[in-house]
């Protein structure tokens, strides 16, 4: 496939009306796959296609010959506004050839020169739009799990781990000035380090800035937490800010910042599939599986205070599961969706 394939406004024109040959449709589904952005610039281009079929000339419309129009009113006005005063011209339009119409009284002839006006300003506009396709760089990029999680590498090569129910996006000239995204939900991201673009996260709020480090954020309510696992991380709201170093967390809610007495590495074991307890209280143990698993486990008021030493290392949630039932003679139910612990609870 020609990965410098071109697909003229024309030929786009044709298959958004359904006018393309065999051949010329092949060449545009095969433009289609060489990039999400062309499937983008398709969808566009026919809603603004159809837009402007809403008022109907009452004269069959040739397609080539209605985007040459197009494309020479475009280039006429961007000519004219770059001129000044004193050497502006009004042009002369010369009339198009429509077939004689009879009028059947002014309120008819009246509303047959408004179609005609509002279809070539409908496709003035359609012209406008597909000649300013710079705008197509503020287009997002995004990264969406629901029941799952993803590894992705950024064009800059920044790696994120995508916990699951999480959305980023970024934009399509992400890395020109700043290395900017956005979170909804957890990611672990490892920064590729570049001095001179700094690498932003915006989440609920609240801002994350670094310049290459390795972190984690957690967005999935107002409540944003940032554990920092290596380098330097700013943390901030609108009304404060502060500087995270490894092994330091923080959770920013309602503009406050809150630095956190110790990181949890059972925070991360989403990414990880590493639990690690010493005489960890039961209640603890569920609330970090619950978490990793993303799996309403509920436990027994009686077993809360019950303690734990145990390390859990890739191991599937039914195993660990077990082994902590059998560590603490326990049982272990399922209702549905949620999981239950119930026993005789620990002296």
Not at 172 to 191: H, K, M, N, P, W
Not at 268 to 278: D, I, L, P
Request: hydrophobic share 40%; aromatic share 8%; net charge neutral.
């Amino acid at each position: 496939m020609n990965s410098h394939l071109h697909i003229p406004d024309d030929l786009l024109a044709r298959y958004v009306a359904g006018e393309a040959s065999p051949s010329e449709m092949h060449q545009v589904k095969e433009w289609l796959v060489q990039s999400a952005n062309h499937e983008v610039e398709l969808l566009r281009f026919q809603q603004i296609w159809e837009a402007s079929q809403e008022v109907k000339p009452t004269i069959k419309v040739d397609v080539d010959s209605a985007w040459q129009k197009v494309k020479s009113k475009a280039a006429l006005s961007a000519h004219i506004s770059n001129e000044t005063p004193a050497q502006r011209t009004v042009p002369v339009e010369i009339a198009q050839s429509y077939p004689k119409v009879r009028p059947l009284g002014n309120t008819s002839y009246f509303w047959r020169i408004a179609a005609s006006i509002l279809v070539m300003c409908g496709l003035g506009w359609l012209g406008y739009l597909l000649l300013n396709q710079p705008q197509e760089a503020k287009m997002a990029q995004m990264i969406e799990t629901q029941k799952n999680t993803v590894k992705q590498t950024l064009p800059d090569g920044t790696t994120v781990f995508l916990n699951q129910n999480s959305v980023l996006s970024y934009k399509t000239d992400f890395g020109e000035q700043i290395r900017e995204v956005s979170l909804t939900g957890e990611a672990y991201f490892d920064v590729k380090r570049d001095e001179n673009h700094p690498f932003v996260i915006k989440a609920n709020d609240t801002e994350i800035r670094v310049l290459g480090t390795s972190f984690n954020v957690k967005a999935y309510t107002k409540a944003v937490n940032v554990a920092v696992t290596s380098g330097k991380v700013q943390f901030s709201t609108s009304k404060t800010k502060t500087v995270l170093v490894k092994n330091e967390t923080a959770t920013a809610q309602a503009d406050t910042i809150i630095k956190l007495p110790s990181l949890d590495i059972n925070a991360m074991a989403y990414r990880t599939r590493v639990f690690v307890f010493e005489k960890t209280s039961l209640g603890d143990v569920v609330a970090s599986l619950r978490e990793g698993y993303q799996t309403d486990i509920q436990i027994d008021k009686r077993l809360l205070n019950c303690q734990l030493t145990a390390r859990f290392e890739r191991e599937s949630l039914d195993n660990a599961l077990a082994v902590i039932a059998e560590t603490l003679n326990l049982k272990v139910t399922h209702k549905g969706q949620t999981i239950l612990l119930d026993g005789q609870g620990c002296n």
